[in-house]
T-cell receptor
Framework: TQLLEQSPQFLSIQEGENLTVYCNSS?????LQWYRQEPGEGPVLLVT?????EVKKLKRLTFQFGDARKDSSLHITAAQPGDTGLYLC???????????FGQGTRLTINP | GAVVSQHPSRVICKSGTSVKIECRSL??????MFWYRQFPKQSLMLMAT?????????EQGVEKDKFLINHASLTLSTLTVTSAHPEDSSFYIC?????????????FGPGTRLTVT
């Protein structure tokens, strides 16, 4: 059973377009993280969200945490080829203190 | 700060042999390290949690006798793939939690590409 559902799993768009990636679960998250991974490298943390309804911005990236803390979204404005990569949402399982990932969204921005 | 290294970055071994991968926290102490495996075009799957000075905790479906984990110090964890087979070929990534950091702060290594021939 997949604890985290990410959608879409693949997305290919043109430079300059906007996009949104979603991360959902039937469980309540204590905290949730978004990572970006480039081929042949480890994932790099983009943001951690902890509070329901929280919105965080990182340049052209906007992260939202659902009020019920069961879903999150990543919105990219005016996508650029440098945004290409695998975007992963990760859930810190409270108690076990381990991080598990969703299936990931493979994003390709075409120039 | 908060740098995690892995060695080697790439390794090719013959079927039936064993290979050891090292994960080091370079500028912080980590009581807990994690090992992940990633197949091509897939997400990271948690294999095990490595705790300094104690036995590793393996995720369901991961063979502990095949993937030996040792966390002998606060800065080093090793993963040994024993009797490797071609299906063990994968990208192995470790992460480390800073002893003094928040519970959700983990830092990932650059990964090790294992190819078993």
């Amino acid at each position: 059973t997949q604890l985290l559902e990410q959608s879409p799993q693949f997305l290919s768009i043109q430079e300059g377009e906007n996009l949104t990636v979603y991360c959902n679960s039937s469980s309540v998250f204590s905290s949730l993280q978004w990572y970006r991974q480039e081929p042949g490298e480890g994932p790099v943390l983009l943001v951690t969200v902890v509070t329901g309804g929280e919105v965080k911005k990182l340049k052209r990236l906007t992260f939202q945490f659902g009020d019920a803390r069961k879903d999150s979204s990543l919105h990219i404005t005016a996508a650029q080829p440098g945004d290409t990569g695998l975007y992963l949402c990760g859930w810190i399982i409270q108690g076990a203190q381990k991080l598990v990932f969703g299936q990931g969204t493979r994003l390709t921005i075409n120039p | 700060g908060a740098v995690v290294s892995q060695h080697p970055s790439r390794v090719i071994c013959k079927s039936g042999t064993s290979v050891k991968i090292e994960c080091r926290s370079l500028d912080f102490q980590a009581t807990t390290m994690f090992w992940y495996r990633q197949f091509p075009k897939q997400s990271l799957m948690l294999m095990a949690t490595s705790n300094e000075g104690s036995k590793a905790t393996y995720e369901q479906g991961v063979e502990k006798d095949k993937f030996l984990i040792n966390h002998a110090s606060l800065t080093l964890s090793t993963l040994t793939v024993t009797s490797a087979h071609p299906e063990d070929s994968s990208f192995y990534i470790c992460s480390a939690r800073d002893l003094r950091g928040a519970p959700y702060e983990q830092y990932f290594g650059p990964g090790t590409r294992l190819t078993v021939t």
